[in-house]
C-alpha cells in the first residue's frame, strides 16, 4: 500500500495562483509515475498532469502552458503548479501514483482536494 498526503488547493480569483503537493509514504513499493487527476461536478474525472520516472510528463490540453507538474525524487513528492487559473478548473483535484511491487501494478489516490476559482 502507498498512502499519498494531499496538501494546497483553496479558493483564489480567476487569474491567481494555487500549488498542490502530495507526498508518498515509503513502502514497499517501486513508484513508477506521478500524477494529478481533477474531477469536476457533474463531470468525469479526467488527467491533468502526471510524470513518469525520467521526467517524461504529460498534460491535459486544457491546462498545457498555466500547469507545471514536478516531482522531488528525494521525498517521493509531486507537485502541481497552476497558474492563470479559470473558473472552470474549479474542481477536487486527486494526486495519484503508478506503483508496482515486482511485476504486479498498481495505483494509488490521494484524499483529493478542492480547488474553487471564482471572483
Known amino acids: 500500500q502507498v498512502q499519498l498526503v494531499q496538501s494546497g488547493g483553496g479558493l483564489v480569483q480567476p487569474g491567481g495562483s494555487l500549488r498542490l503537493s502530495c507526498a508518498a509514504s515509503d513502502s514497499a513499493f517501486n513508484i513508477n509515475a506521478m500524477g494529478w487527476d481533477r474531477q469536476a461536478p457533474g463531470k468525469e474525472r479526467e488527467l491533468v498532469a502526471s510524470?513518469?520516472?525520467?521526467?517524461?510528463?504529460n498534460y491535459a490540453d486544457s491546462v498545457k502552458g498555466r500547469f507545471t507538474i514536478s516531482r522531488d525524487y528525494a521525498k517521493n513528492t509531486v507537485y502541481l503548479q497552476m497558474n492563470s487559473l479559470k473558473p472552470e478548473d474549479t474542481a477536487v483535484y486527486y494526486c495519484?501514483?503508478?506503483?508496482?511491487?515486482?511485476?504486479?501494478?498498481?495505483?494509488?489516490w490521494g484524499q483529493g482536494t478542492q480547488v474553487t476559482v471564482s471572483s
Open positions: 495519484n501514483t503508478d506503483a508496482s511491487d515486482g511485476d504486479v501494478r498498481y495505483t494509488f
Open positions: 510524470m513518469r520516472n525520467g521526467g517524461t510528463t
